[in-house]
């Protein structure tokens, strides 16, 4: 009789075990929510995004004080009732689901510190479809390295690369803010290029030289502009 009962609690245990874990993996973020962020002396209003794709779950941030629309997220992370999500590697959410799955609270980490945030579940999830523009020009395709010479001087990566449907996409990585993933639209007219960035709200005007090794232009947002100078990556040369 022991030895059953034993056994009995035994399998009640494991039941339980599988229960809970099929609970752990059945919170789904996906849908639009709305946050705020409540940091010493002033409190951000802040949106996240979030939609599942083949290999996971994709989103964005954004920041309507800052004018980020749609600022891509680089990881999403879902373990049971816990979500983790950074739009850069320098900071990141920590936060967990509600049981009702109708609001995530948790800490937000940055610069060594961490503040509370809230967020609240409001319908289906916002994201934009892709930026493309039309197929670009071999001499544009490839890695650019650049400099914006502000606040100790900004590093930068764009890539700009054309797809097999005729399309063309561009990501410019601030390699200085934490790796921040910008998407661009990009119009060639001959040697002149542009970069559209509605994420940040900016544009990149250029030129490109005759030996296809430098972008030189001038990056404009809000009612600020600087000079920007993109050149081709060592070692890819796709002239």
Avoid: C
């Amino acid at each position: 009789m022991y030895r059953i009962l034993r056994t009995s609690t035994v399998v009640v245990v494991l039941l339980f075990n599988v229960v809970a874990l099929r609970a752990q993996t059945a919170a789904d973020p996906s849908g639009h929510w709305e946050g705020l962020v409540q940091a010493p002396g002033m409190d951000v209003v802040f949106q996240i995004d979030l939609a599942k794709n083949g290999s996971g779950i994709t989103g964005t941030v954004s920041v309507p004080e800052q004018r980020l629309t749609g600022l891509p997220l680089q990881k999403v992370t879902v373990d049971g009732r816990s979500i983790k999500f950074q739009a850069r590697t320098d900071q990141s959410f920590d936060g967990t689901m509600s049981d009702d799955g109708g609001s995530i609270s948790g800490s937000y980490d940055i610069d060594g510190s961490a503040v509370p945030f809230t967020m609240t579940r409001k319908g289906e999830a916002r994201i934009a479809a892709p930026l493309t523009g039309a197929a670009i020009g071999k001499a544009l395709e490839g890695r650019w390295n650049g400099t914006i010479d502000v606040n100790g001087g900004v590093k930068l990566v764009l890539t700009m690369t054309n797809h097999p449907d005729g399309t063309s996409t561009g990501v410019i990585v601030n390699l200085s803010e934490g790796g921040l993933e910008i998407p661009v639209r990009i119009t060639q007219d001959g040697a002149r290029v542009t970069l559209d960035t509605p994420v940040v709200g900016g544009s990149y005007a250029a030129t490109l030289n005759e030996n296809g090794t430098e972008l030189n232009g001038t990056f404009s947002q809000s009612e600020r502009s600087v000079p920007l100078v993109f050149k081709r990556a060592a070692g890819d040369d796709r002239q």
